[in-house]
């Protein structure tokens, strides 16, 4: 993109970028299905319900393919380089 304006990303600034996408994504997901289940009540508890396996499908975002914990790791360790 040379001449063009636009700023070269290096490497940690990529995985800053995409750590805090991913971090906002499964965040906005999982407060979203929490609550969907509130809403429901007592049958979005219930293991056999719909809004009860969304929940349990969109939670694995906070844990799968890396915490939450370890995107804010990434993004703090990026910040702080800087
Ligand atoms: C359905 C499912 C599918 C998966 N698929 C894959 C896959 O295809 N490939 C793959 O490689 N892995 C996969 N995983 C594993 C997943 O990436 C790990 O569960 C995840 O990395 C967390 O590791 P852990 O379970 O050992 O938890 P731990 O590392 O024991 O962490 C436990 C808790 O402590 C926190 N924690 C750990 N270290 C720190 C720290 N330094 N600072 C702050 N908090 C910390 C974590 O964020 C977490 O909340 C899958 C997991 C699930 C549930």
Same mark, same amino acid.
């Given at each position: 993109?040379?001449?063009?304006?636009? /700023?070269?990303?290096?490497?940690?600034?990529?995985?800053?970028?995409? $750590?805090?996408?991913?971090?906002? $994504?499964?965040?906005?997901?999982?407060?979203? #299905? =929490?609550?969907?289940?509130?809403?429901?009540?007592?049958?979005?508890?219930? /293991? =056999?319900?719909?809004?009860?396996? #969304?929940? /349990?499908?969109?939670?694995? #975002?906070?844990?799968?393919?890396?915490?939450?914990?370890?995107?804010?790791?990434?993004?703090?360790?990026?910040?702080?380089?800087?």
């Amino acid at each position: 993109m040379r001449g063009s304006g636009r /700023r070269r990303r290096g490497r940690g600034e990529i995985h800053k970028l995409t $750590a805090a996408a991913i971090f906002k $994504a499964a965040a906005a997901t999982s407060f979203v #299905l =929490d609550r969907a289940v509130q809403i429901h009540g007592g049958s979005g508890y219930m /293991r =056999d319900t719909e809004v009860n396996r #969304l929940y /349990r499908t969109g939670r694995v #975002l906070e844990v799968g393919a890396g915490t939450q914990e370890v995107r804010k790791l990434i993004i703090s360790g990026e910040l702080l380089k800087n």
